[in-house]
Nanobody, 117 residues
Framework: QVQLAESGGGLVQAGGSLRLSCVVS????????MGWHRQAPGKQRELVAD???????RYADSVKGRFTISRDNAMNTVYLQMNSLKPEDTAVYYCAAAPPSTGFAHWGQGTQVTVSS
């Protein structure tokens, strides 16, 4: 059974930084593309960043230049480094795993990120 466990959320002032971590268990982590999504109150869940099995990355326009996604296959972990945080980044952040040739099929429980102005 594939399990994802996020950590690292919290309350931070605007302009601050946080690093989210997601540990994956129950599968061969290196075979999965990984992504971070977020959902703010009253809004749809959106993809923030993803990283392929080979390490290629993509970002939502709203976070380009501020967020960095990375992965450590030896630790079965994907990270999201978030810098220059803004109040509009406030959301629940979810880690997700995509098996080969499919979409995101496995999700974590989410971690709250709150950015105060």
């Amino acid at each position: 059974q594939v399990q994802l466990a996020e950590s690292g959320g919290g309350l931070v002032q605007a302009g601050g930084s946080l690093r989210l971590s997601c540990v994956v268990s129950g599968t061969i982590f290196s075979a999965y593309a990984m992504g971070w999504h977020r959902q703010a109150p009253g809004k749809q869940r959106e993809l923030v960043a993803d990283i392929s099995r080979g390490g290629n990355t993509r970002y939502a326009d709203s976070v380009k230049g501020r967020f960095t996604i990375s992965r450590d296959n030896a630790m079965n972990t994907v990270y999201l480094q978030m810098n220059s945080l803004k109040p509009e980044d406030t959301a629940v952040y979810y880690c997700a795993a995509a098996p080969p040739s499919t979409g995101f099929a496995h999700w974590g429980q989410g971690t709250q990120v709150t950015v105060s102005s």
